[in-house]
């Protein structure tokens, strides 16, 4: 049986937009606003190279990351083809207005994945 915990506010959420959610402990998560104000949660991770898909542009059942523009589908975090990956969802619901994610997820899910380590700059030598 879940436990729901309440997130947030669904206006808080941006129309096709995103708010993020940090955990304890894991990366954060991602809470999606569809159009039709359906709400989907994902790990705020692209499979591609991490982007982070909460500042992606939602379109329709998707999001696309920021980074290089991947379409993950919001309903099972699987990249569109011909691309390929996937990033792991959460249980996520919508009640009177309120938004709500599971709490054992939130607690103990996706806790492997780690944010993309920016690597140092190479500047030109110069000779």
Request: charged share 20%; aromatic share 4%; with cysteine.
């Amino acid at each position: 049986m879940k436990h729901w915990i309440a997130i947030c506010q669904l206006e808080d959420i941006p129309q096709l937009g995103a708010r993020q959610v940090v955990r304890v402990q894991g990366m954060p998560i991602a809470i999606f606003r569809a159009r039709n104000d359906q709400v989907h949660a994902l790990l705020d991770r692209c499979p591609h190279k991490g982007g982070p898909l909460s500042q992606g542009i939602v379109h329709g059942e998707h999001v696309a990351c920021p980074l290089h523009n991947w379409s993950i589908s919001l309903v099972d975090g699987n990249a569109k083809a011909p691309d390929e990956g996937c990033t792991p969802v959460f249980a996520c619901k919508l009640e009177g207005g309120q938004v709500f994610l599971d709490a054992r997820e939130v607690a103990e899910k996706a806790l492997e994945f780690t944010a993309p380590v920016a690597g140092p700059c190479r500047h030109a030598t110069a000779r």
